[in-house]
């Protein structure tokens, strides 16, 4: 879950792409780069920390040139930081290119295997990012057939980076001398939308951002997602070309995105987020009133941010009481992307505080956007007593988190998830609350379905364990969890055993479905 950004303007473009990855801030908390172009020169800063701080004035003066590509990291699969593992990347063989990249891929270590033996590349980091740098800087080398580089070949070598490459990643990359390029996996799992900015002398300026709310804030047009397999091409002087580069795709946005990680007021594949939100909190109303009619609530209240509009619809359907009951600390990163459980655990405390009146004597109903660790979870049922209330109830707008996630989010083993190896009467007994209530996954898929009926498939694995791309296995999982462990310490609670057989069900079902180019 990082955060991407590619921008083709007609002044300098250092300004648009740092206030581009301050919006974006939330996808990513642990790097942020910025490189930008001016004639075959290219200029990059980037390295730990927030936006705010990685950037000085005297970086932004060395950023020169008209157009130019952000990331801010967000690490996955328990993968410890280095300084050398911030985005963009770079090469220099054949044409000079720099990457940034949101999403993970599943084939990295036999793509390394493939760089060093029959590609001639040197990998230098642990990051798949890079790996999938040099993968596309190979094809292209291929492509152009050591002539002069054209459409034509750059649209051939993102075709190429679609057979090679497995997982889950939406790009964007800069080419020396030629423009910019953006691509999309197969199945859309990342996000990735396109705007444009039309001035007054007639010059369009073009920018691709991880979500709408990027284009939003810097005055650009949203027009369009770009779809799957798909890749965007812009040269230095504004032209826009377009191409479907992949054999067969399928739209399958990552469901995670609209339950947590994208901003509010983002419209991803043609679904406003907030309204997906409210939906979900109109199914979890309707499921509280079917299972749950006797329990007493004197009042709603939100885990802030991402489940307020969920809350908000929750108390209107049940003819309840809406209350802020916890103010936030904005200073304070989102627990859900802190590194390990000790620093998420008194991050909570940090992060949020109570609003005593609102809790004191009362049945709660509290409502969160999910319950991934149970850490947070727990933390504030305890805040919540602490501050007087008879009895607390929780409901999580999405179902339980039950597997793994390996597709750029960081839920990399089933050792973290409370509701792994738990049903939901122990998971309510672990995090210590009166009463639990889930979302069922068919009704949060309709939630985001019925704002855009083209969308027939999401990438729900974390909730169902059936992987979209179809390629996932027990052996690929077992190492993740044995890197996880050997870093964090944590202990093993198994691993996936349906895997093979789900995903390969899920691949047949999808096959009729799948879309020529």
Known sequence: MCGILGVVAASPVNQLLYDGLLVLQH???DAAGI???????????????????????????????NWGIGHVRYPTAGSAFSAAEAQPFYVNSPFGMLLAHNGNLTNSEALKRDMFLSDRRHINTNSDSEVLLNVLAHELESAAGGLKLDDSAIFRAVAGVH??????????AMIAGFGLIAFRDPYGIRPLVIGKNELPDGTTEWLVASESVALDTLGFKLLRDVAPGEAILIDIEGRFRSRQCAERTIDAPCMFEYVYLARPDSIIDGVSVYEARLRMGEFLAEKMKRTMPHVGIDVV???????????????????????????KNRYIGRTFIMPGQSSRRKSVRQKLNTIHQEFRGKSVLLVDDSIVRGTTSREIINMAREAGAAK?????????????NVYGIDMPTR?????????????????????????NLDDLKTSVRVLNPAIKFFETSCFDGSYITGNVTAEYLTGIESCRRDKSGERDFGLITEIGEGSGQLDLNLAE????P
């Open 513 to 516: 479905h799948r879309r020529e």
């Open 392 to 404: 607390v109830y929780m409901a999580s707008a999405a179902p339980p988190v039950r597997y793994a």
């Open 27 to 29: 996808r990513g908390q």
């Open 415 to 439: 050792g973290e998830l409370i509701a792994s190896d738990r049903d939901e009467s122990e998971v309510c007994r672990e995090i210590g609350a009166d009463g639990l209530l889930y979302q």
């Open 163 to 172: 057979r090679r490459c497995q997982g889950a990643y939406a790009a964007v």
């Open 301 to 327: 209240i939100p885990i802030p941010d991402s489940s307020r509009p969920s809350a908000q619809e929750m108390a209107l359907r049940l003819g309840l009481p809406y209350r802020e009951g916890f103010v």
């Open 35 to 65: 490189a930008t172009a001016e004639g075959m020169r290219f200029s990059m800063h980037k390295g730990p920390g927030l936006v705010r701080d990685v950037f000085r004035t005297r970086n932004m003066r060395d950023l020169e040139g």
